[in-house]
């Protein structure tokens, strides 16, 4: 099993910056995936950005440019740095650990974007 820790969510006014932040801990190895994925209210969950271990990284199209994804792998931790942030970024934001079996989702951390 592997626990997820996220930190860093909060309200930004248009434009702003945030920097979110995800820790894992327990049965960590090999090539594997962190994620972040976010949902809006009334909408489906969707990938934002994800990272391998080996640091393949992919994008939506929607933050490509604005957001950027990177990992500490001595700290097995995962950050997505937000940048001109847009209203319709407002969602729960979620972390996600796949390899092999295992498949380990964070609690989520909210993100505002509001003037």
């Known amino acids: 099993q592997v626990q997820l820790v996220e930190s860093g969510g909060g309200l930004v006014q248009p434009g702003g910056s945030l920097r979110l932040s995800c820790a894992a801990s327990?049965?960590?190895?090999?090539?594997?995936?962190m994620g972040w994925y976010r949902q809006a209210p009334g909408k489906e969950r969707e990938l934002v950005a994800g990272?391998?271990?080996?640091?393949?990284?992919n994008y939506a199209d929607s933050v490509k440019g604005r957001f950027t994804i990177s990992r500490d792998n001595a700290k097995n931790t995962v950050y997505l740095q937000m940048n001109s942030l847009k209203p319709e970024d407002t969602a729960v934001y979620y972390c996600?650990?796949?390899?092999?079996?295992?498949?380990?989702w964070g609690q989520g951390t909210q993100v505002t974007v509001s003037s």
């Open positions: 996600r650990f796949k390899i092999l079996k295992i498949d380990s």
């Open positions: 327990g049965s960590i190895f090999g090539i594997n995936f």
């Open positions: 990272i391998t271990s080996n640091g393949i990284t």
